[in-house]
């Protein structure tokens, strides 16, 4: 018993070992080069939280992942029977403290994760991603401020409308850079989901529904917009490239889309949180 106690302590201490090292190893490179490139990535301050988060948490994984796979493959190679035996090993009866501890560090990892993921989806990025229905339970200190643009949803397309220039409506998004944005994302006909990949932004669109989420841009450049919510035929077709210019360039697009859409505008109806168009012709 004190042989076999020895050779299962020697393999235990083999085992940490590899695992050290390879944790040492794997980590570092998970945060500093796995990492940077993990989505949705850093072009506004939610999607940066967010990646953080998702940087975070594979980082801590990762020593469980390789504690699994070390002893999976240890206890292929060093305890495979060999030669011709044909007789079964001894049955194992389990080991209370191995099972304890791994129980212990396993619950713990999770409450914390699901604590820390938490208060930074919420807290730190404000919910930006889910949307939080008409009457957002927390918003950011400059909510009063936000530039509102409405996403609305159809089959199959997105149009923006910006009730602070005249409620005009655009096939096309731009975003001025380091202003806080009130997406009210809602629909016409059926459930649609409005997907700002780069921003981190994902929310329902839902009629008869306000849907609320917030967004600062940080980084010029393009993002793409795609519905996924699966909502008819040619629901891969409802995908758009938005822009992420200065607040210059903002103002001259505004412009510009105000004077195209002059003669329009008028045809929109008012601005509406929702709207419940009533069809040209009716059936009967």
């Known amino acids: 018993m004190e042989i076999a106690g020895q050779r299962v302590s020697r393999h235990g201490v083999r085992i940490v070992v590899i695992w050290a ?3 040492a190893i794997s980590v570092p490179l998970i945060i500093f080069v796995l990492g940077p490139h993990l989505p949705p990535g850093k072009m506004s301050a939610e999607a940066s939280d967010q990646t953080n988060a998702n940087t975070v948490m594979t980082a801590l994984l990762a020593p469980i ?12 190679v060093v305890f495979r029977a060999r ?9 194992i ?8 501890i791994w129980i212990v560090l396993t619950s713990v990892t999770v409450l914390a994760l699901a604590g820390w993921g938490s ?21 950011p200190k400059e909510a009063k401020t936000a530039l509102p643009i409405q996403v609305i949803g159809q089959q199959w397309a997105w ?7 005249s409620a005009f409506e655009t096939r096309q998004l731009e975003l001025p850079v380091d202003k806080l944005v009130a997406f009210h994302v809602t629909s016409l006909d059926v459930t649609h989901s409005f997907w700002a990949y780069e921003l981190g932004v994902k929310a329902d669109a839902v009629p008869g529904v306000d849907n609320v989420a917030f967004v600062t841009p940080r980084k010029l450049g393009s ?35 105000k004077s195209a ?9 008012p601005y509406q949180r929702v709207y419940f168009p009533e069809p040209k012709h009716r059936a009967g």
């Not at 859409?261 to 109806?269: E, F, K, S, V, W």
């Open 21 to 23: 090292v390879l944790t």
């Open 119 to 139: 208060y930074t989806l919420v807290q730190s990025a404000k919910g930006a991603g889910g949307g939080q229905g008409p009457s957002p339970a927390d918003v």
């Open 223 to 257: 993002f793409n917009i795609r519905c996924a919510e699966l909502c008819g035929l040619w629901h891969g077709h409802m995908a758009l490239h938005g822009q992420v210019v200065s607040v210059s360039d903002f103002n001259t697009w505004v412009a510009r889309e």
């Open 261 to 269: 859409n002059a003669q329009i505008i008028p045809d929109l109806g």
């Open 93 to 100: 009866h389990g080991h209370a403290p191995s099972v304890l």
């Open 83 to 91: 030669g011709e035996a044909i007789e079964d090993g001894a049955p």
């Open 159 to 165: 149009t923006f409308r910006f009730p602070t220039y």
């Open 65 to 76: 992942i390789l504690i699994v796979v070390i002893n999976i493959v240890y206890s292929l």
